[in-house]
C-alpha cells in the first residue's frame, strides 16, 4: 500500500511539472520578414506551415520594433533580452569604437578560436552583448541543466540570441559551405554536426539550382522576371530564372548559396538534426533552440521585397516551416513545445521601383553629405577634424579636439543641424542631450532614445525622409523608424496556446516576458515586463 501511495506522488509530481512548462521552446527567427507577406502570398501557401501557425496560434498583427536602427544584430538581441540596444548594447551589426577609434563587429571576439574551419569565421561570441538572454534564463532556470542551442546561415543570428551561456551556436562558413562555431562553446565540433558536414549538404542542393516553385504567371504578387531593380545572382549575368547555383557558388563562395532559398532547406535539415541528436525536450529540463532563418534577408538585399524572388523564396519557406513543425511533433510532441515566429526586422521598398511609381523619395547622397558637414563645420569653428565618424545615420564628435580648442559642444551640434536639415533627404536630427532626456512624441524621437547607448552611440542621430536610404540603386536595404522596417510578424504556438489574433500595438522586446511567464521562468535581468495575455488552449484549465 505504501508503495502504491509513493507511485501515486510520483506520478502526479511529474504531471504537475510536465503541466508547469513545456519540454522545448523554438524561437524562429525570419531575417527581413515584413507582416505583409503573410497576407500577400496567402493563396501561395500550402495548409502546415504558416496557415497552421496562424490557424492554431495567436498572431499579434501590430507588433513592431521600439527602437532604432532596425539591423540584424539590435534585432536578435533585443528579440532575445527582451530590452533595446540602450541596455543590452548591440547597437547595429558594426559601429565605431569611442576609445579605439576602429569598428566594432557585434559578435566578434578575438579572444576565441574558431571550432570547424582554419579561417577567422569563427572568432566570434555573445562578449559584446551587456545583457543576458532568453537563453540565459532557460539555463539558469534550470541549474544550467536544460540547454540553449542557437542556430543560423549568419553567426549573429545565432550566437546572440542563444546567450552567453549557451551549449552551442552554429553558423556557415562561407568558404566551406559547413556549419561551425567557437572555442566559447567547446574545443571541437560535437560527432553529429561534423557527420552533417561530411555530406557536403550545401553542395547537393547547389545541383538542385534555383527555379520557380510555379509557372512563371503564377507570380501574380511580384513585378516582372528581369527588372532593373535587381542585383544579379552572378556578376555580369540577368537577374531571371533560373539560377546556376553551382556557378555562382564557385564564383563568389558559399555565400551565394545562402543568397538563395536553399540555404533555408539547408538550416531546416541543420535544425532538425540538432533536435534529435541534442535530444532537445526529451528530459525533464525544458530546453531552448533559436533558428534564425537569414537567407530571405540576402535575397531581399539583392531582389528587393516586390521581386519574384522572395515571392518564390516565401512560397518555399513556407514548406521548411511544415516540415520543421512536422518534425518537432514527431520529436517531441505535439503539444509538447511552444513555438514562436517574428522577424528581426522588415524592409523598405526599392527606392527606384517607388520613385517611378510616382512615389516622392530618393537615394541619400551620403558622400556629398560628409564632405559638406565637415566643410561646414570648418567654415564656422575654423578647424578640421571635429567629426570622429559617421555611421549608421550617427555622428562622433572629436571632444578632445573641441576641449582643447575650447569649443562648445552645443554650438558644434547646432552648426551640424543647421547645415543637415537644409541637406536633401534629411527629416530631422537629434543631438546626445534629446537623446538622454524626455523628447516630443513623435516616432522618430521614441525609437531614437530607445536604440541609443551612452557607452557605444554617437552623439548625433539623423533621420532620413521615408523611403530614402543610402544604398545601390538595385534591391533593398533596412534600419529607419518607418513602418516598412518596424513592423514584423509575431506568432505564438503550441503549449498551452489557443488560436486567436490581436490588433493591440505589440513591442517586439515583449516576446521575452511573454514565453518567460509562460513558461513559469525568471525573465532575463534586463527585459521588458510586459507580457502578452496569450489565449489557454480549449483543453487547458
Known amino acids: 500500500m505504501k508503495s502504491l501511495l509513493v507511485a501515486i506522488l510520483l506520478f502526479s509530481s511529474i504531471a504537475v511539472h510536465a503541466q508547469e512548462q513545456p519540454k522545448l521552446i523554438v524561437g524562429i527567427v525570419i531575417d527581413q520578414m ?3 507577406y503573410i497576407y500577400r502570398f496567402w493563396e501561395k501557401f500550402e495548409n502546415d506551415g504558416f496557415k497552421k501557425l496562424k490557424k492554431d496560434g495567436y498572431f ?11 539591423y540584424t544584430g539590435p534585432g536578435h538581441a533585443s528579440i532575445y533580452s527582451g530590452t533595446t540596444p540602450m541596455e543590452h548594447g548591440i547597437i547595429a551589426n558594426s559601429w565605431f569604437d569611442k576609445k579605439s577609434s576602429g569598428f566594432i563587429y557585434c559578435v566578434a571576439d578575438s579572444s576565441v578560436k574558431s571550432i570547424g574551419t582554419e579561417n577567422e569565421s569563427g572568432k566570434m561570441s555573445p562578449k559584446n552583448m551587456l545583457a543576458p538572454s532568453l537563453g540565459d534564463a532557460v539555463r539558469m532556470a534550470s541549474l544550467f541543466k536544460g540547454k540553449s542551442i542557437g542556430i543560423s546561415i549568419k553567426d549573429r543570428g545565432a550566437i ?12 556557415m562558413d562561407y568558404e566551406s559551405g559547413k556549419m561551425i562555431s567557437s572555442s566559447h562553446y567547446f574545443d571541437e565540433l560535437p560527432k553529429w554536426v561534423t557527420q552533417f558536414n561530411n555530406k557536403n549538404q550545401a553542395d547537393k542542393l547547389a545541383d538542385l539550382g534555383w527555379d520557380l516553385s510555379l509557372a512563371p504567371e503564377l507570380y501574380t504578387e511580384s513585378t516582372s522576371d528581369n527588372t532593373p531593380y535587381e542585383k544579379p545572382l552572378i556578376l555580369n549575368e540577368q537577374p531571371i530564372f533560373p539560377y546556376d547555383v553551382k556557378r555562382a557558388i564557385a564564383e ?4 551565394s548559396f545562402a543568397c538563395t532559398p536553399l540555404g533555408n532547406t539547408y538550416l531546416r535539415r541543420f535544425a532538425e538534426q540538432c533536435i534529435i541528436n541534442e535530444e532537445l525536450g526529451q528530459d525533464d529540463y525544458m530546453d531552448l533552440l533559436t533558428i534564425s532563418f537569414s537567407s530571405p534577408d540576402m535575397i531581399g538585399h539583392m531582389f528587393g521585397p516586390q521581386s519574384m524572388e522572395i515571392e518564390d523564396t516565401y512560397i518555399k519557406l513556407d514548406l521548411e516551416i511544415a516540415q520543421l513543425i512536422d518534425a518537432l511533433d514527431k520529436r517531441v510532441g505535439e503539444g509538447n513545445y511552444v513555438l514562436f515566429l517574428t522577424a528581426d526586422h522588415a524592409a523598405a521598398p526599392v527606392p527606384k521601383y517607388a520613385q517611378d511609381n510616382g512615389f516622392s523619395v530618393d537615394y541619400f547622397d551620403l558622400e556629398s553629405f560628409k564632405i559638406g558637414m565637415n566643410k561646414a563645420l570648418s567654415n564656422d569653428f575654423g ?10 545615420q550617427q555622428v562622433f564628435l572629436n571632444k578632445d579636439l573641441m576641449k582643447s580648442n575650447k569649443i562648445d559642444i552645443k554650438e558644434v551640434s547646432a552648426s551640424i543641424r543647421e547645415f543637415a536639415m537644409s541637406f536633401n533627404g534629411i527629416a530631422n536630427v537629434l543631438d546626445y542631450k534629446q537623446l538622454q532626456h524626455a523628447l516630443p512624441p513623435d516616432q522618430f524621437s521614441k525609437l ?3 536604440g541609443w547607448s551612452p557607452l557605444r552611440s554617437g552623439d548625433i542621430m ?12 538595385q534591391g533593398t536595404t533596412h534600419g529607419s523608424s518607418y513602418s516598412y522596417d518596424t513592423h514584423v510578424p509575431l506568432i505564438f504556438y503550441g503549449w498551452n496556446i489557443g488560436p486567436g489574433e490581436t490588433i493591440e500595438n505589440i513591442d517586439i522586446t515583449q516576446i521575452v516576458p511573454t514565453i518567460s511567464i509562460h513558461t513559469n521562468i525568471a525573465m532575463p535581468d534586463a527585459s521588458n515586463h510586459e507580457a502578452i495575455q496569450l489565449p489557454k488552449a480549449e483543453n487547458q484549465d
Open 34 to 36: 515584413r507582416t505583409d
Open 60 to 70: 499579434c498583427k501590430n507588433t513592431h520594433y521600439n527602437y532604432i536602427p532596425t
Open 160 to 171: 546572440l540570441p542563444a546567450g552567453h551561456s549557451a551549449n552551442a551556436a552554429y553558423w
Open 252 to 255: 563568389n563562395s558559399y555565400y
Open 383 to 392: 578647424i578640421d577634424g571635429l567629426i570622429l565618424n559617421y555611421s549608421n
Open 448 to 450: 531614437a532614445s530607445m
Open 462 to 473: 539623423i533621420q532620413y525622409l521615408p523611403g530614402w536610404m543610402s544604398y545601390g540603386k
